[in-house]
């Protein structure tokens, strides 16, 4: 376990430097959309484009790893919804986008540059083939749920997840890799370096930008649903992912290991995003990401430790 905290540390370390330069002002108010903007537009659809165009299809594309995952993400947010709607009376806004942190790992900032450092670059294609049913199921199914609230067209909500799905730039990135390997095409040597550069930078800027998002002025505010969130996402999540990869789709040790820590890993931001933009408990989202981050590192280092001693 000591080993494998060595390993974690770095990165950590850097969401650290993010909190720190943003709780420090070290940075001004409005960098967080300026990082986000670098990593989210540039620095991850070029190490994505690059990793997917020099990788088989059937690596990426693998049915069992991603309708087990889907199945383990919806359950998750099944229940995320449920203790929400019912247990703490949310608006259906608040059901939609607190659920969503329950249930969506961050793999596109933190994801990209962890798994390869514990499991080797090859997890990556595991991991893509798992975090894409992040885009193309929860991200819909939020805002449908979301759409509840005004009594909104069920149908319109769903068009306008999946048209943001296509417009994402990491989906778009996916898909022109996959595009490449399927044509058995190299990216030309200049346009390849200049990928690689961009990609190069990706993790650790992402990183930063973790620590910068986190950061909230004054206290913390956490009540009992953003504790049910932050177990959910934790705990709950990867252990249904072991169980369902390991007892139901008999993973392989290695993969199933790596889709397991994917959905161990902390609250994705794009819950707050969603919830600042729709008017709902910013607060809640913005604990569960928080807490979820801080603690990860602890759960993650264990969570690996323990995978690596059970052999999967």
């Known amino acids: 376990m000591f080993e494998i905290a060595l390993t974690t540390i770095p990165f950590f370390a850097l969401v650290l430097c993010g909190w720190i330069a943003a709780r420090t002002r070290r940075l001004p108010a409005n960098a967080v959309g300026s990082l986000n903007g670098y990593v989210l537009w540039f620095a991850l659809p070029a190490m994505l484009f690059r990793f997917v165009a020099r990788t088989p299809v059937d690596t990426v594309i693998d049915p069992r790893i991603a309708l087990g ?93 999946l048209k943001a799905v296509a417009h994402n730039p990491l989906f778009i990135a996916i898909l022109g890799g996959l595009a490449m390997s399927l044509l058995h095409l190299k990216i030309p040597g200049p346009i390849d370096e200049f990928l690689r550069l961009l990609a190069s930078s990706a993790g650790p800027v992402a990183l930063f930008a973790i620590g910068v998002f986190v950061y909230r002025p004054g206290p913390v505010r956490i009540d009992v649903a953003s504790v049910w969130l932050i177990a959910l996402k934790l705990l709950f999540h990867p252990m249904l992912v072991w169980v369902v990869g390991a007892w139901v789709l008999r993973l392989d040790h290695d993969v199933l290991a790596v889709v397991t820590v994917t959905a161990a890993l902390p609250a994705a931001g794009t819950a707050f995003i969603l919830v600042e933009r729709h008017g709902g408990n910013v607060d809640r989202v913005a604990t569960a990401i928080l807490l979820s981050t801080a603690l990860s590192f602890v759960t993650i280092t264990g969570l690996t430790a323990w995978l690596r001693a059970s052999g999967g």
């Open 69 to 161: 995952y889907a199945f383990c993400g919806l359950s998750s947010y099944a229940l995320a919804a449920v203790l929400l709607r019912r247990r703490a009376g949310s608006s259906w806004i608040d059901t939609a986008y607190g659920a969503l942190a329950a249930a969506w790992p961050n793999w596109g900032y933190m994801g990209f540059g962890l798994m390869p450092a514990l499991f080797g670059e090859t997890a990556l294609a595991t991991m893509i083939a798992a975090g894409i049913m992040d885009l193309l199921v929860l991200m819909p199914l939020a805002l449908l749920v979301a759409s509840r609230q005004n009594a909104a067209g069920g149908w319109g909500a769903l068009g306008t997840g």
